[in-house]
């Protein structure tokens, strides 16, 4: 007999590995489940708050484009002075160009 062995010692068996690595695959599988269950619950509460943030987004934008065209009916059917149009014009296009700029950048967040 070899010096390593002792006479009566069951751990070294090929039965005995066997079970102890059925084991450890189990244990495996089960930590790998649980860390994709994980994964996957938090892939959904950040798909939950970015849909939130794009639709607070979204009516920041309508409220924006409704003041926009109000600006714009009033622009049209107000009769005031020169003095009154000119500023109504650069602050219609102070809002054109911010609304564009905003597009702008959530087309490039996006694509």
């Not at 970015?50 to 107000?78: H, P, V």
């Amino acid at each position: 007999m070899s010096e390593g062995t002792r006479v009566g010692d069951d751990a070294m068996s090929p039965n005995a590995l066997y079970v102890l690595m059925q084991q450890r695959f189990q244990d495996n599988s089960t930590a790998v489940i649980a860390a994709l269950a994980a994964q996957k619950e938090a892939v959904q509460k950040a798909e939950d708050s970015a849909t939130e943030r794009f639709n607070e987004f979204k009516r920041e934008i309508g409220a924006k484009f409704d003041l926009l065209s109000l600006k714009l009916e009033s622009l049209g059917t107000a009769r005031d002075s020169d003095a009154g149009r000119s500023g109504s014009y650069r602050e219609l296009i102070g809002y054109g160009l911010a609304l564009a700029s905003v597009i702008a950048m959530v087309w490039m967040a996006t694509h």
